[in-house]
């Protein structure tokens, strides 16, 4: 069974780091292509970032481009948003999610992991 | 950069068939991928290229894709479809998703 467990959220102050890690069970993560995606409280989704299967291509979402790092280390079926200088619009649940039809789709998600910035 | 357009909500009575569109231009010369979300839950997939279901997914969900309007539709449709729906499409580098619509069932 194919699972996604995020996790590394919770409160931050604006301008500071997290880290987030997205655990990947049930597949072998080096086989596809990995996504972040979040939602702010009570909104749409937004994607965050892109990586590709050996981790040497990444794209970012203007938004959070030049502060947040995607990165993945497939050995440890693992996925991970380093997160700077954040903002309060950065607030959301962050959602890793796999790309299985190598469509830049998204047909697994995990539970999500909550990032509150606030002072 | 590229944006999608979805109507806010959609209803639809128990057992009819509910259309959700979702308008870009020139969508028809993209891949659109469909999500439902619940509340509190984490987006599912109920269809990826246009047109395909993912395992799992009820034949009652199709999709269609031409012009500048990508269509999800739900027949017969069910108290449990009532979500939020989302699509989504890849523009040069980035995944462009549309606001998102949010279905009742009456």
């Known amino acids: 069974e194919v699972q996604l467990v995020e996790s590394g959220g919770g409160l931050v102050q604006p301008g500071g780091s997290l880290r987030l890690s997205c655990a990947a069970s049930g597949f072998t993560l080096s086989g596809y292509e990995m996504n972040w995606v979040r939602q702010a409280p009570g909104k749409g989704l937004e994607w965050v970032s892109y990586i590709s299967r050996s981790g040497t291509t990444l794209y970012y979402a203007d938004s959070v481009k030049g502060r947040f790092t995607i990165s993945r280390d497939n050995a440890q079926n693992s996925l991970y948003l380093q997160m700077r200088s954040l903002r309060a619009e950065d607030t959301a649940v962050y959602f890793c999610?796999?790309?299985?039809?190598?469509?830049?789709?998204?047909?697994?998600w995990g539970q999500g992991t909550l990032v509150i910035v606030s002072s | 950069s590229y944006e999608l357009t979805q109507p806010l909500s959609v209803s639809v009575a128990l057992g009819q068939t509910a259309r959700i569109t979702c308008g870009g231009n020139?969508?028809?010369?993209?891949?659109v991928h469909w999500y439902q979300q619940k509340p509190g839950q984490a987006p599912v997939m109920v269809m990826y290229r246009d047109d395909n279901r993912p395992s799992g997914v009820p034949e009652r969900f199709s999709g269609s894709n031409s012009g500048n309007t990508a269509t999800l539709t739900i027949s017969r449709a069910q108290a449990g479809d009532e979500a939020d729906y989302y699509c989504q499409v890849w523009d040069s580098t980035t995944a462009v998703f549309g606001g998102g619509t949010k279905l009742t069932v009456l």
């Open positions: 020139n969508i028809g010369g993209k891949n």
């Open positions: 999610a796999r790309d299985g039809f190598g469509e830049f789709s998204f047909d697994y």
